[in-house]
């Protein structure tokens, strides 16, 4: 796998996958890379306090055999996103899931503005300048809360605008946005993903939290399929 964290440079590939480290994005990068032969993985740092998840997609890109990985700075945007998102490294403390209201799990205080127009239009830059016919992201059917930027009818919008493109048109794949998160713990099962490397928790310590958003809806995936999750919790989840 060639890494291209410092100086990229072009090379034609299939498609590339967004790629963050958590638990969605990884499977979907390794069901892309069983029927695709060719697969740049693209990370993005845009100052997210979960930085750990990073460390995870560069061990996952060369798990699945990507052909290249690019770590691209994109933290700048934090400069304005902090005061908006608790999910940004110097934003506001991360709630536990059982603090949220019906209201607050529709658009919750985790919720980036903007965050997947912004990263899918660099990544579709991306795989237009390798010569790749689409991007995939990893939505999912959120269980305990929900994105419209992880909805069909959003990918559905951005796939319209992308059709303008007089050359090279890429399209937005999101295989597993009708998945709940159960689903995506199975698939990465039957695929040999080693969920060890994967980060899930927004807290951006050392230890999974056990509590905030993510981490209960990654924790009832893996109890509703009875396994384990290999991940240390600093909360133990109930039995």
Known sequence: MKD?????????CDAVVLLSGGLDSTVLL??????TASVAAL?????????????????????????SFLTLDMSAVSVFLT???????????VPPLDALSAADRSHPPTYVPNRNMMLLSVAVAYAESLGACCVYYGAQAQDEYGYWDCTEAFLNRINSLLALNRGNVVTVEAPLINNAKADNVRLGLELGVDFSKTWSCYQGKETACGVCPTCVERLNAFQSLRVKDPLPYAVPPKQ
Do not use: N, W
């Open 83 to 93: 005061q908006a998102s608790v999910l940004m490294e110097h934003g506001a403390e």
């Open 4 to 12: 291209m964290s410092m100086t990229p440079s072009a090379t034609s």
């Open 30 to 35: 390794h069901h892309v890379r069983k029927a």
């Open 43 to 67: 990370c993005i740092d845009y100052g997210q306090r979960h930085r750990r998840e990073m460390e995870c997609a560069r061990f996952q890109a060369d798990a699945a055999g990507a052909r």
